[in-house]
């Protein structure tokens, strides 16, 4: 009988998947390889919506608070506030700081990374008031750059440039977002819960009554 995977074989699944490719990637030297970067970008996203929707199922809110106050102690730039709201979720809440104030800088990384990967394989491009744009720029695993050294080579995660066109770009490590929100995670101890994962399904909308 198929069954649902465990939230300990999903979490293990989504880390050793990321962790085995970017290595295997950082391994190879031909330069007209692709080097995953957008793959990664998913992946790390992956996570992070795997562990909000593992803290929807704790009515508390404790979890997420948790995780929230691990993340921001690891990198406060996740949870910069943007001007305005521009992100929501349905089934799960996003970490945040305090829900009084304007969306966090990561529930918009949520949003151009996860949704446009997802949907168009790119990232979404915000347009600003200002007619100018924002939008993120993927780094990936170059050669003999494996995940181990990652904390060492993280000098522009999460920085700010303007382009030749006046545009926003914000440089994104996927490695470095996933290490964030990994350690955040095992800092916060969600994972020795006993929170049970909300699996989606499908209904059988062809079933028949038989008599």
Not at 5 to 19: A, M, S, Y
Not at 154 to 175: F, M, Q, R, V
Request: aromatic share 12%; proline share 3%; hydrophobic share 35%.
């Amino acid at each position: 009988m198929v069954n649902n995977l465990t939230v300990k074989e999903i979490f293990d699944f989504i880390t050793k998947d990321f962790e085995g490719l970017w290595n295997s990637v950082a391994k190879n030297n031909d330069e007209n390889t692709g080097r995953g970067n957008f793959i990664f970008g998913r992946q790390a996203m992956t996570l992070l919506e795997f562990v909000c929707r593992l803290c929807s199922k704790d009515t508390t809110r404790k979890e997420i608070k948790k995780l929230s106050n691990n993340l921001i102690r690891i990198q406060p730039k996740y949870f910069t506030i943007l001007p305005a709201k521009c992100v929501s979720t349905a089934d799960f809440s996003l970490p945040s700081i305090d829900e009084s104030q304007n969306d966090p800088l990561l529930w918009s990384l949520f949003d151009l990374i996860r949704h446009g990967l997802s949907h168009q394989y790119q990232q979404i491009i915000a347009n600003l008031n200002d007619g100018k744009q924002f939008y993120v720029k993927l780094t990936g695993p170059t050669f003999d750059y494996y995940i181990n050294k990652s904390r060492t080579l993280c000098n522009n995660h999460l920085a700010y440039s303007i382009d030749s066109d006046g545009d926003l770009e914000l440089t994104i490590y996927p490695n470095i977002l996933y290490l964030d929100l990994k350690d955040a995670i095992y800092d916060s101890g969600i994972l020795k819960t006993n929170l049970q994962f909300s699996y989606l399904s499908r209904p059988n909308v062809n079933k028949k009554i038989t008599m």
